[in-house]
């Protein structure tokens, strides 16, 4: 595979990352097919894996040791996340200095390494103070346990407030962003993508098949596949839905893009994504051996101007068609209680 640089981190990378958050309990928990899993996409080129703590509690970070044990570990760019719960323990979360110095020693405990190439915060903390934040990761990285530090699914204004704080206070920054991107997801290309652009940051795309709704998986007038996302979480894909309903129509307009240009829809899918100049890197996820391979072709798809008009003219640039694709609610928004003052300030009120 042709590599792309990661921002301004030197490293390169393949344009598709082998993400591991459906290896272990949270989707395949044969270790061992896993592990063949990860090889296949090494042999085929691949270089970049990512995972997260969270994943499978942890699992998916040691199947990825066990995949790079033997002398496979130095040809990878090894990304792995922080931020999501860990335990009961309230403080076993978030982007504080006290979790992120903590957490790293697991990671690096699972992974079965001295390093890890690409250290993000997984999602924003509103209750943490960003400098609080970098000055760990900046620590990190001096003590020589992470190489360079990112962010994922963090709005705009977050990202330029980070690089505002990082050039004020003399703190690492983050050199990529980890945003939700596809045809179907494309609320990214307002803001975050041009922000990353503005600052050089590498942009690691997660979800570009949509959680499958862009492989064709799950078509109109057609009963839900058994087994996959649609088991674990049935509301995401319920018909009873308007946002559903407006996806499969999607769907099945983008069928017939990908057949009149001759390529499968999932390749389309990962090759719309990988035609914006802002994007360094595709996530691919897979559960199985087939899935995996056959997500490789994409790289070898060129798509037209012709056929990028066309899905533009399916899903407006800028557009999410179910807000739940964001992959992060701001708490102003999720809470009510946020955006209402005490009842006594109310009193009398009219």
Not at 157 to 183: L, M, N, T
Not at 219 to 226: H, N, S, T
Request: charged fraction near 25%; charge should be negative; aromatic fraction near 6%.
């Amino acid at each position: 595979m042709d590599l792309r640089t990661l921002g301004r981190t030197g490293m390169r990378v393949s344009p598709l990352c082998l993400g591991a958050m459906m290896f272990g309990a949270w989707g395949n928990p044969d270790h061992d097919d896993c592990v063949r899993i990860v090889h296949a996409a090494l042999d085929a080129g691949v270089n970049f894996i990512d995972t997260a703590d969270v994943y499978s509690g942890g699992e998916s970070e040691e199947i990825v040791a066990k995949a790079l044990a033997g002398g496979r570990r130095d040809g990878v760019i090894l990304a792995t996340k922080v931020h999501a719960p860990m335990g009961a323990d309230p403080n076993m979360s978030g982007n504080s200095r006290r979790w992120i110095m903590r957490e790293v020693e697991s990671s690096l405990k699972r992974l079965k390494t001295d390093w890890i190439d690409l250290y993000q915060i997984h999602r924003p903390d509103p209750t943490c103070d960003i400098d609080d934040t970098l000055g760990a990761l900046s620590d990190l990285v001096h003590q020589g346990k992470v190489r360079s530090v990112g962010c994922s699914t963090f709005p705009a204004d977050s990202i330029v407030e980070a690089h505002w704080v990082a050039e004020r206070r003399g703190r690492e920054r983050f050199e990529c962003e980890q945003p939700p991107y596809s045809i179907l997801a494309r609320g990214v290309e307002a803001a975050v993508l041009p922000t990353c652009q503005r600052y050089g940051m590498g942009v690691i795309v997660w979800s570009p098949l949509n959680g499958g709704w862009l492989t064709g998986r799950y078509r109109k007038d057609a009963p839900l596949p058994e087994g996959g996302r649609a088991s674990r979480v049935p509301d995401r894909f319920s018909p009873s839905r308007p946002e559903v309903i407006a996806k499969l129509d999607v769907v099945e307009s983008l069928v017939e893009v990908a057949r009149e240009a001759g390529v499968p829809l999932t390749h389309l899918a990962l090759a719309f994504v990988l035609t914006h100049p802002a994007v360094t890197s595709a996530i691919i996820g897979p559960r199985t051996m087939e899935q995996m391979t056959g997500t490789l072709g994409a790289i070898d798809v060129a798509l037209s101007d012709e056929v990028l008009d066309r899905i533009d003219t399916i899903v407006a640039p800028g557009t999410t068609i179910d807000p739940s694709d964001a992959g992060w609610t701001p708490p102003h928004v999720a809470d009510a209680w946020r955006r209402r003052r005490p009842v006594a300030n109310r009193a009398g009120a009219r």
